[in-house]
């Protein structure tokens, strides 16, 4: 790990204290209602430097709070991507990042190196894939898979970190805001989720979809 990410998994960590990470970890209360969240003057569910896929005015709209490291992350992954091309001019993927377990800041890194190289769905799903080999921190894993996938390696590596620590730390923000206590989170169109299976979120986005289209 370069000296860069160092300083980002450092800083990140840091955040994470500050800002109550721990409440994070301990998952959503049974029986929980969904939740609207309301928007104030700046969308915290939305940052300009969040990273979307699909069309950018789609009429539905899925968060995900997201932990490249977090093994419920990996099993939702191909429902969320199926999801995204079953319906490609109606809904968008936003990724918000949550780096909860060893090496999530480095990973998170990765990708944001891998969207400045128009690369960030490949090798979104080649973490994802490779994730045992990695998650425990060992990140060689994780960039030999991100390499395999089409990423730039050298590049990546040599690239300023600044922005991605800053976005890390406006995400983890933002989680608490909204109410978000672990990964995956989801919303779908500001209404959270509340530990949905992976049937149940592609049945709220379906009837999302069909909503707009009356």
């Not at 079953?86 to 999530?104: A, C, E, I």
């Not at 090798?123 to 894993?141: I, R, S």
Request: charged share 20%; glycine share 8%; proline share 8%.
């Amino acid at each position: 790990m370069n000296k860069r990410i160092g300083v980002v998994a450092t800083l990140v960590v840091s955040a994470l204290a500050f800002t109550g990470g721990a409440m994070l970890y301990s998952g959503t209360a049974e029986g929980e209602p969904t939740k609207k969240v309301v928007a104030g003057p700046v969308d915290s569910l939305i940052r300009p430097h969040s990273p979307i896929i699909g069309p950018k005015n789609a009429p539905v709209t899925i968060v995900e709070f997201f932990d490249p490291s977090c093994e419920a992350c990996r099993a939702f992954y191909p429902t969320v991507k199926g999801i995204v091309a079953k319906y490609p001019k109606d809904v968008r993927l936003v990724m918000r990042y949550l780096p909860l377990h060893p090496g999530s800041a480095e990973a998170i890194v990765i990708l944001e190196a891998a969207r400045v190289q128009g690369k960030l769905e490949p090798v979104t799903a080649a973490l994802l894939e490779a994730q045992p080999e990695w998650h425990d921190g060992k990140m060689d894993g994780a960039w030999a898979a991100a390499e395999k996938a089409g990423l730039n390696v050298a590049k990546a590596r040599a690239m300023p970190t600044t922005d991605a620590m800053a976005w890390m730390e406006q995400d983890i923000a933002d989680a608490r805001a909204v109410g978000v206590r672990g990964t995956p989170t989801f919303f779908v169109n500001g209404e959270m989720l509340v530990q949905p299976s992976p049937e149940q979120v592609e049945a709220r986005v379906q009837a999302a979809v069909a909503a707009k289209g009356k």
